[in-house]
């Protein structure tokens, strides 16, 4: 059998230097609040507000180290609470994504792209993916035990070379209908 590490994925923010600039103050550094199970990656201290056209949300956390491009990830449900069209999406696919505001400390950022809702995902080292006769972009399911076990179904592979942990992502209202929490296990079907 199967088994992988599931964690939940929250709301959160991956920023890029000149928007840390611009929210934060020129040459702002993020600190570490918590490394999480990827390598190289941690929940920040600091958190912004985001903000759509029928509300906001205050406190969303940045998730570092700083990325290429700026990207907000949420649910479902806190998008429509705040009036934002995202669409679900890979990270990292933000082109035509769902314009967005954040504010900051030190100012406010009007982007006209970059809001996503996550799409459900395996991180695989390369070398793991490989032995199961999986690859990059392929799908399985998950399957969840428990009194409200579930399968998902479209769970998408990602691997990478420098990743060190086979670790599945929910978004947290994916979690919730399984009563899944961080670290609980699931069997991955392919």
């Known amino acids: 059998m199967n088994r992988v590490v599931v964690n939940v994925s929250n709301r959160h923010i991956h920023i890029m230097r000149q928007h840390i600039n611009s929210l934060f103050g020129q040459g702002y550094n993020l600190t570490v609040k918590?490394?999480?199970?990827?390598?190289?990656?941690?929940?920040?201290?600091?958190?912004?507000?985001?903000?759509?056209?029928?509300?906001?949300?205050?406190?969303?956390?940045i998730v570092g180290p700083e990325r290429e491009k700026t990207q907000i990830e949420l649910s479902v449900s806190d998008a429509r609470k705040i009036?934002?069209?995202?669409?679900?999406?890979?990270?990292?696919d933000t082109a035509r994504s769902a314009a967005i505001t954040l504010k900051g400390p030190a100012g406010?950022?009007?982007?006209?792209e970059?809001?996503?809702?996550?799409?459900?995902?395996?991180?695989?080292?390369?070398?793991?993916?490989?032995?199961?006769?999986?690859?990059?972009?392929?799908?399985?399911l998950v399957k969840t035990s428990g009194i409200r076990g579930?399968?998902?179904?479209?769970?998408?592979?990602?691997?990478?070379?420098?990743?060190s942990v086979i670790e599945c992502h929910l978004d947290i209202e994916e979690a919730n209908a399984a009563l899944i929490k961080n670290g609980d296990t699931a069997e991955i079907i392919i």
Not at 155 to 163: A, E, G, H, L, Q
């Open 34 to 61: 918590k490394f999480l199970m990827e390598p190289l990656q941690f929940a920040a201290q600091e958190t912004l507000t985001v903000c759509g056209p029928a509300g906001e949300i205050e406190n969303v956390r």
């Open 83 to 92: 009036g934002v069209n995202a669409p679900v999406r890979l990270s990292g």
């Open 108 to 112: 406010t950022l009007d982007l006209s």
């Open 114 to 140: 970059g809001c996503i809702v996550a799409k459900r995902h395996i991180h695989f080292p390369l070398e793991e993916a490989a032995a199961m006769g999986l690859k990059s972009g392929d799908s399985v």
């Open 150 to 163: 579930l399968i998902f179904d479209n769970v998408i592979v990602r691997t990478d070379k420098n990743n």
